[in-house]
């Protein structure tokens, strides 16, 4: 073994522990060679420096010849595995599936077979306590089996077999799972729907066990509900099935499948106070199992949607509840300018248009950093302005919803390119159509502005604009 490797996870320890490592490397009966090299190395990182760190190369002063080096290298390496199982309590079961697969090559390569077999089941229940189906699960496996055939195939035929029978369910699953979300893409932008290439996926899908994978079934039901999106009974098969065996899931592979699940929902006749529920109920059960959170931190459009749906289905009071429980978990960079912004969006659902500006008014000195927020935080502004003159006798905000449009306006030119002209359009349009409802006098005007304002097909607030042309 390389000095590097023993170095590296050497290096990990604190001073604390590479002194109990060392008191029990020396205590140990050893060769007077092997005691040598230990104190060296530990010595080494223990006296290293910024200036003067401790490599491979500091081992060249030991007169050893290089191949017994490596030998007593590996044999420190060893201790090394055996103290970080007994001390080391933050020991991740990664890394302790790592340092097994050595030693099973190790022990393989002297024929120790007792160690083998011992170290295969301590191996298999480290496996089984990281229950995850992922490309760590399916190399590590991969590698157990190799060194079982290697060297003791005859001793675990049974976990041979089991492992073959896994591992080919793990190819087909990681080969077919990009293109079963590349269908899923498919069917979300109404592109046309490959025949050839799903009926190929379909039957490699079906030459995998359903039960020997749970990952496996469900994907199998992600891809029966992508051929028939309307089909309720497969929506809640599904729907079902993730919940029972989310803990297999990663974080991504579970989006995405919620993410299937609300776009097939929403091609279902459904009143829209039962999908936007729905909807609630995704968001919470994957809230409590930390699936929105990447890095520890919402995604900034996440939640801004996850928001969105609590105060359509339980209300402004719980939407602040929510934005006030999660705060650590809102990235602190943007922390206080989201919060506001969320903040003004509940405000703005219970009528209290005077504390939604308040915050909007922070947001505007702090900037949100997304460009599609912050053309919505400015139409909430001029909304918020409208419905305060609108409800009033005088202008309260004197000048305030001309310069706000006009700030929006300037916006939109500055950032058209980023935007692009669709977006600057439908923007620019919004703008033009609020100035018009503050000027209409008529019924008869009020009616033709309506009409345009229905045949516009691409419109942010259009329901709002329209609710106002009554």
Known sequence: MKGRIVIKKLSALNRKELKTFRKRVLAKVQSQEYQQVAEKVIDGLLEQSVRKPFTEA???????????????LYQLHLDLVEFLKQEWHAYPVQT??????????????????????????????????????????????????????????????????????????????????????????????????????????????NEVQSDSNPVVAIWKLAF????????????????????QDVQYLDKANANNLFTTLTNCLRQQDLPIEELNQKYFEYFQFQNQHDLLTRKGYFPQTLFN????????????????????????????????????YLRARCHYHSGDMHHCIEELKRVEKLKLPDLHLNLARRRLSIMSYHEINRA???????????????AMRKYLHVNKTKLGPEHERANLDFTRFVNRLTEVNSMQRLEKLRKEIENTKLLPEKKWLLTHCR
């Not at 500091?58 to 007593?72: C, D, E, I």
């Not at 497969?234 to 919940?243: A, P």
């Not at 359509?312 to 922390?335: C, D, F, M």
């Not at 009033?392 to 006009?406: L, M």
């Open 224 to 243: 029966k509900l992508n051929k028939s999106p309307k089909d309720m009974q497969v929506l809640g098969e599904l729907e079902q099935r993730i919940k």
């Open 58 to 72: 500091s081992l060249a002063g030991l007169m050893l010849p290089a191949q017994k080096v490596n030998t007593l």
């Open 96 to 205: 302790k599936v790592k340092d097994n697969l050595q030693l099973l090559e190790f022990y393989g390569q002297r024929g120790l077979q007792e160690f083998f077999a011992t170290t295969v089941a301590e191996t298999e229940t480290s496996l089984a306590a990281y229950g995850k189906y992922d490309a760590f699960y399916f190399q590590s496996m991969l590698k157990l089996k190799h060194l079982i055939g290697a060297y003791f195939p005859g001793s675990r035929k049974e976990s041979l077999q089991m492992y073959s029978d896994a591992l080919d369910d793990q190819y087909i699953y990681r080969r077919l799972l990009h293109n079963v979300l590349m269908l899923n893409e498919v069917k979300v932008h109404n592109a046309v729907f490959d025949m050839p290439f799903a009926t190929s996926i379909e039957r490699q899908l």
């Open 305 to 340: 949607n996850y928001v969105t749906i609590v105060l359509r289905v339980k209300g402004a009071e719980a939407a602040l509840q929510l934005i006030e429980e999660n705060q650590s978990r809102i990235n602190p960079e943007t922390r206080t300018v989201e919060s506001s």
């Open 392 to 406: 009033s006798a005088q202008d309260v905000y004197e000048g305030q919803p001309e310069r706000a449009i006009s």
